[in-house]
């Protein structure tokens, strides 16, 4: 190959690396919801991410939270062996919600593939209790998103399942890559997100 070649070859190379530099978070994050009155949210998101969703509640009019999530990774046995999706309910409430307005969905406790049985999980609850909940937005937290979006359309495909991406305030979205915790999140997430597309 000719020395032109290599240097187009390079070229091209430096240009999808800037475009996934300035686009990954992006992308592993969506917001794209649809119309809908019921909001799923995952349970393990933090707390300032649970007031963020009281106040998406009462902005958007949802009728509806659903908490999902396993045992509580930190503080299991301390808070009485409740688990991540009742945990965010409470939070919830501490904040004021309505407690009729909260159904908690929690999984059992697994080693690996923890989204996709908090999804299977859900999909059962649907199927036990006649709902007729035809759609609803998932709300998940910066570059877990995509793959969390992904796991629960697969998991209830007869559902129309919108996305919303909380941002991580630590990460800057346009320089994930400047802080150790933006490069460790985002490259981690975008393997585990390409891990469930080709090989799940």
Not at 35 to 40: A, H, I, Y
Not at 52 to 73: M, N, Q, S
Not at 81 to 101: P, Q
């Amino acid at each position: 190959m000719s020395w032109f070649g290599w240097l187009l070859i390079a070229f091209i190379f430096l240009v999808f690396l800037y475009f996934v530099r300035s686009n990954l978070y992006t992308y592993l994050s969506p917001v794209k919801p649809v119309e809908t009155k019921v909001l799923v949210v995952e349970g393990w998101v933090s707390d300032f991410a649970i007031e963020e969703v009281y106040a998406l509640f009462l902005k958007d009019k949802y009728e509806l939270i659903i908490t999902t999530g396993g045992p509580l990774e930190i503080g299991y046995l301390s808070k009485h062996y409740i688990s991540a999706a009742d945990f965010a309910k409470k939070t919830l409430i501490e904040l004021g919600m309505d407690s009729t307005k909260i159904i908690s969905v929690p999984r059992n406790e697994v080693v690996e593939n923890r989204t996709i049985q908090s999804a299977i999980t859900l999909k059962n609850w649907f199927s036990e209790n006649n709902s007729e909940i035809e759609n609803f937005n998932l709300l998940s937290f910066g570059a877990h998103s995509r793959r969390s979006w992904l796991l629960f359309q697969e998991a209830i495909p007869e559902k129309e399942i919108g996305i919303i991406a909380l941002n991580d305030p630590r990460i800057l979205v346009d320089k994930w890559w400047k802080t150790s915790h933006g490069t460790r999140t985002v490259l981690s997430e975008a393997i585990g997100y390409f891990y469930v597309l080709f090989f799940m």
